[in-house]
């Protein structure tokens, strides 16, 4: 599944990734922020992550997707949602290169993966951030989540966030609009969506367990 929001193009990761992925983690800025190790990755544990993330069951939503610049191509970052460790919770996760820092690009494409999640059937999604990342955590809380806890680790401060979809029907919160066959100034796109966020989703304060452990 692809998804387009005004000014990104969305769509799963794949193996093809790799190149721009090694990049991304071998910059210590942007991994600085990290909440699972806070710094920067070499290629192998670059490609570890990515198999790992490739061999997550495709369900319940479960899915990171590369972001990129519609029309451009550019790759910007990934955002994604997966499995907690343990219990039954999802993770919204994500990371961006530092060309896509003070854009809004990061709230643009979780808008658009949370609202996937919810129009998937999740009820519940949950993310972290290290307060040492302090850009992240108004992207949490525009997109509708709301802090739970606070913990303590070695790599510094973790803040818990979580929320609860929508009380009513997808299309009473967002507009929705579906076409195949659409060709935009980039790449080809056999399926899409666009997403318009019209609404924001209700918190949940319940406690939850931790996420996985890298960012």
């Not at 997707?65 to 970052?77: D, I, Q």
């Not at 949602?81 to 530092?98: I, K, M, N």
């Not at 854009?103 to 972290?128: P, Y």
Request: aromatic share 8%; glycine share 8%; charged share 25%.
């Amino acid at each position: 599944m692809d998804i387009l929001t005004p000014r990104l193009f969305l769509k799963p990761l794949s193996a093809d990734d790799l190149d721009d992925l090694a990049a991304l983690y071998a910059d210590p800025e942007v991994m600085r922020g990290s909440s699972g190790v806070a710094a920067p990755r070499d290629r192998a544990e670059s490609a570890a992550w990515l198999t790992g993330t490739l061999s997550v069951p495709n369900e319940a939503a479960w899915v990171t997707f590369r972001v990129e610049g519609r029309g451009t191509g550019a790759f910007l970052g990934r955002c994604g949602l997966r499995p907690v460790q343990t219990g039954d919770d999802t993770e919204l996760a994500y990371a961006f290169a530092r060309r896509a820092w003070g854009r809004g690009i990061a709230t643009e494409a979780a808008e658009a993966v949370v609202t996937h999640g919810f129009d998937a059937g999740l009820t519940r999604l949950v993310a972290c951030a290290l307060a040492s990342n302090p850009a992240s955590q108004p992207v949490l809380e525009k997109v509708g989540m709301r802090r739970v806890r606070e913990e303590t680790l070695l790599i510094g401060t973790l803040t818990h966030y979580a929320m609860d979809g929508p009380a009513t029907t997808p299309s009473e919160t967002t507009r929705i609009v579906a076409a195949s066959r659409h060709r935009i100034s980039g790449p080809r796109i056999g399926r899409w969506r666009t997403f318009e966020p019209i609404a924001p989703w209700r918190c949940s304060s319940a406690a939850w367990s931790r996420p996985w452990g890298d960012w």
